[in-house]
């Protein structure tokens, strides 16, 4: 199957600074990449949905000026926590959108674990 | 808005037995339907999917069945096996636009 990775997997930082979280399609293209989050024991969050070229669209409670999202090419999308805080700590998931024909699948990263002190 | 909903939040199944994981949907026009499996601290791995104009899909031990009038779709896993157990999510999607997740359901295999 295709392949999605993301880097780093295992972040910690100083309250206050940033992080980029990048993603990539390893395999194919992906005009549409999707960032989400994970808090303990709960469902996957949608935070963003970023396309290649264009602005990403955030959903509704998420702070665009705090997650930026950038899909500057087809196979890789960038999510920077600005000013990080201890509750920004997450587990944060990025997928890849494959279209062909009639299928239509999202690919996941094995998703980074976000600690803010 | 919960328009796709695994209303079982766990389950347990003897190994070597049937699995059957349950998913319903409230939007008729989705057109594509997936299943992804997901161990703790991972992200979640596509196991399956079906498209509306099929009512079962098989891969090897992993079988999805949609019911279209009922909004309803189910993962069956036979034999079930230990290395089953993690989160199971479905997803539904009018194909290119948003996908919707569900809840997911923990799933258990008992060896």
């Known amino acids: 199957g295709a392949v999605v990775s993301q880097h780093p997997s295992r972040v910690i930082c100083k309250s206050g600074t940033s992080v980029k979280i990048e993603c990539r399609s390893l395999d194919f293209q992906a005009t549409t990449m999707f960032w989400y989050r994970q808090f303990p024991k709960q469902s996957l969050m949608l935070m963003a949905t970023?396309?290649?070229?264009?602005?990403?669209?955030?959903e509704q409670g998420v702070e665009k000026d705090k997650f930026l999202i950038n899909h500057a090419s087809l196979t890789l999308s960038t999510l920077t926590v600005t000013s990080a805080h201890p509750e920004d700590s997450s587990f944060y998931i990025c997928?890849?959108?494959?279209?062909?024909?009639?299928?239509?699948?999202?690919?996941f990263g094995p998703g980074t674990r976000l600690t803010v002190l | 808005d919960q328009q796709v909903k695994q209303n079982s939040p766990s389950l347990s199944v003897q190994e070597g037995r049937i699995s059957i994981l349950n998913c319903d949907y409230t939007?008729?026009?989705?057109?594509?339907f997936l299943w992804y499996k997901k161990y703790p601290a991972e992200g979640p791995t596509f196991l399956i999917s079906i498209s509306s104009i099929k009512d079962k899909n098989e891969d090897g031990r992993f079988t999805v069945f949609l019911n279209k009038s009922a909004k309803h779709l189910s993962l069956h896993i036979v034999p079930s096996q230990p290395g089953d157990s993690a989160v199971y999510f479905c997803a539904a999607s009018l194909t290119g636009n948003q996908f919707y997740f569900g809840t997911g359901t923990s799933l258990t295999v008992i060896p």
């Open positions: 970023s396309n290649e070229g264009s602005k990403a669209t955030y």
């Open positions: 997928s890849a959108r494959l279209l062909a024909g009639i299928t239509d699948t999202q690919y």
């Open positions: 939007n008729s026009m989705f057109d594509y």
